[in-house]
């Protein structure tokens, strides 16, 4: 089992730019496959960001937000630039096993508390 904690998350204008962070804990953390979800009431949980071995975005996000990780902390980053009001969300780090499908939460065992973003216009 791997516990998850995120943090960083906030308001910001839109535009503007925040960092949630995902410390993981209870697993080898370099033996995991890490992601970014979010969610917003009613809606399905969507992937964003995946890391591990490689990095992989969902299209909404790409060249805005950057997905890092930071092996000897155990912990994963999510920078997220240009921010929109679009990006409101709960945000979810996630982990899973390396190898197999990265996008949908379904392949994740291991969930974070979540950590809320809110960009205004």
């Known amino acids: 089992q791997v516990q998850l904690v995120e943090s960083g998350g906030g308001w910001v204008q839109a535009g503007g730019s925040l960092s949630l962070s995902c410390a993981a804990s209870?697993?080898?953390?370099?033996?995991?496959?890490m992601g970014w979800f979010r969610q917003t009431p009613g809606k399905e949980r969507e992937f964003v960001a995946f890391i591990g071995g490689i990095t992989y975005y969902a299209d909404s996000v790409k060249g805005r937000f950057t997905i890092s990780r930071d092996n000897a902390k155990s912990t994963v980053y999510l920078q997220m630039n240009s921010l929109k009001p679009e990006d409101t969300a709960v945000y979810y780090c996630a982990a899973k096993a390396l190898g197999g499908g990265v996008a949908r939460k379904q392949y994740y065992d291991n969930w974070g508390q979540g950590t809320q973003v809110t960009v205004s216009s």
């Open positions: 209870g697993r080898t953390f370099s033996s995991l496959g």
